[in-house]
């Protein structure tokens, strides 16, 4: 009986190396998406459009075999921050940049870093100042004008520079509104086009008043463990002086 | 702009994500980190995959409850203890998701048809150079004819090569244990052999 049984178990052993298994499927980032979908089931009527959008728009990309869902259509650049392309807006999610107006020394202290104000700016002041709290994340907002007269948003977060875990660096290269800009900071992307910009909290959830849009050109990067963004209509190359000229 | 300390690229710390370890990871993924646990997927999905695929011997059944089993493990992963071994945690729960298919499935066809699903053929490819293919065929119908916890111990210690040490984490024994469960299990597919496949037990077919 024991002879029988270690040949059965021969037989196994042999079989387990001859078998071809079928190829396993990336399942890791449609196990992502369903977990965020199911956080997104309690959220409000824009929140939930917004998830449809941005699911359409990951199906799009999909179906023009651009990108692969929720790993490369949605570019989750920095820790706390995501932005993301869309084919629409809601009606009611806001374009506008909110925030308390500030000033300069006043959103340094709320900020807790020393601002950076760029060097080809107009006037070295800024025409104004606000500050987004939203408690676990912060951001100065700096409204210049460049030197040609278009006006721009220099953002400085608290946010940390990633803790390497949401980044989804294959999306950003292949999205083709995201670039990668070489030597600028640590690491940078020029985006364009129509996207919805929102923060998380250190849970992962989404911060409700956060999350807006913007169609404007975007400068994103990454400098000394912070993270910076120039919204406006500028060039690249304007964008790129302008954040080179930043001290 | 100014400089101050250098800090590591993104795509470096990319690179670091991959190299963190499960601890980290499912720590964070405790802490709601949905790229954390995205990231364990990546790691563990072949195995889970294969898990399934083992019990439903369909891959494309397997994937749909290796995907239905991560999710959940999500939803789970606040229970898992630190300092247990992370892979037969999560393949506990992929293995149970394809188990209730399983049987949702064996519910839900004619005893005709059941006989039919019992006798599931091979994967498409199987190398002959290590085993003739009529006995592989032989030894994985009669696998199937085992009780679901026996076959899913001989799928997780041969096919999926889980250490013994792991599977006694699986199994919720005693590392020592895990030798007589695999004994018991090997004695009753003999016995599954004696009755419907003795040729398996003649010559080498």
């Known amino acids: 009986m024991q002879q029988e049984i270690d040949r059965l178990e021969r037989d196994i052993t042999l079989l387990s190396r001859a078998i071809a298994f079928p190829e396993a499927p990336s399942l890791a980032s449609r196990v992502r998406s369903r977990i965020e979908a199911d956080r997104t089931r309690r959220a409000p009527s824009w929140q939930l459009a917004l998830t449809a959008i941005a699911a359409a728009a990951v199906a799009l990309a999909f179906i023009a075999g651009v990108a692969s869902p929720a790993r490369d259509a949605i570019a989750d650049l920095f820790d706390r921050i995501n932005i993301f392309e869309t084919a629409e807006v809601p009606k009611d999610l806001t374009r506008e940049i909110s925030g308390t107006q500030v000033t300069l020394e006043e959103a340094e202290a709320r900020l807790g870093l020393p601002l950076l104000l760029p060097g080809d700016a107009a006037t070295t002041e800024p025409d104004r100042v606000l500050i987004q709290d939203f408690r676990s994340v912060k951001a100065a907002v700096l409204f210049f004008r460049h030197s040609d007269g278009t006006p721009y948003a220099l953002f400085e977060t608290n946010a940390p520079v990633g803790k390497g875990l949401p980044i989804a660096g294959k999306g950003v290269l292949s999205s083709s509104q995201a670039q990668p800009v070489r030597g600028l900071g640590d690491e940078a992307y020029w985006l364009t086009g129509l996207r919805i910009v929102q923060y998380y909290d250190p849970s992962g959830a989404v911060i409700r008043d956060s999350v807006r849009a913007t169609e404007e050109n975007t400068l994103l990067w990454s400098a000394n463990g912070r993270v910076f963004r120039i919204e406006g209509n500028l060039t690249q190359e304007q964008a790129i002086g302008i954040a080179r000229s930043l001290k | 702009m100014t400089n101050r300390e250098p800090t590591p690229s993104l795509r470096s710390r990319l690179c670091e994500r991959t190299s963190l370890q499960d601890e980290t990871l499912i720590a964070a993924a405790q802490q709601g980190d949905a790229a954390a646990f995205e990231e364990l997927v990546r790691r563990h999905q072949e195995g889970a995959f294969r898990a399934a695929f083992l019990v439903l011997r369909d891959a494309d059944e397997a994937e749909d409850a290796a995907q239905e089993g991560l999710v959940k493990a999500y939803k789970a992963i606040r229970s898992f203890r630190p300092g247990h071994e992370f892979r037969p945690w999560l393949l506990r729960i992929v293995i149970n998701q394809a188990l209730t298919m399983h049987r949702s499935r064996r519910r839900g066809v004619a005893a005709a048809e ?58 919720g024994c005693a590392q020592g244990t895990v030798k007589s469960r695999l004994h018991r299990a090997l004695g009753k597919l003999r016995e599954v052999v004696v009755q419907r496949y003795p040729q398996l037990l003649g010559e080498t077919t």
Request: aromatic share 8%; no cysteine.
């Open chain 2, 114 to 171: 059941r006989l039919a699903v019992r006798e599931r053929p091979l994967p498409h490819s199987i190398d002959e150079t290590v085993i003739d293919r009529e006995r592989a065929r032989l030894v994985w119908a009669a696998l199937e004819s085992l009780r679901e916890q026996e076959r899913v111990v001989v799928y997780l210690r041969y096919f999926l090569n889980l250490p013994e040490r792991e599977l006694a984490e699986y199994l």
